[in-house]
């Protein structure tokens, strides 16, 4: 049986539950992460899943990153994909 496909939107960089969350679940589901908004320079290091950063959201940020990054059409292509979507 193959693992649920989570796509998971982080867009507040402040709020750690997701992070306990995700970590919990990681090894079940086939998880996707997206850091938005104000989330895009999170410390995601308890995890395993490699985040993307929405490119148009790093445009307005001062640091620069190695995340992969996707535009809006690829990020409207993966809620598709997905079997559940979570935004935090």
Do not use: G
């Not at 990681?26 to 992460?33: A, H, V």
């Not at 999170?42 to 640091?63: K, V």
């Amino acid at each position: 049986m193959s693992k649920k496909r989570t796509l998971h939107l982080l867009k507040n960089a402040e709020n750690r539950d997701p992070i306990d969350f995700i970590q919990h679940i990681e090894q079940s589901y086939q998880i996707s992460i997206v850091l938005i908004q104000d989330a895009i320079e999170t410390d995601l290091s308890p995890l395993t899943t490699e985040p993307c950063i929405l490119s148009e959201d790093l445009l307005s940020a001062s640091a620069k990153t190695r995340r992969r990054k996707i535009t809006y059409a690829r990020l409207i292509d993966m809620i598709f994909e997905h079997d559940a979507v979570v935004s935090w």
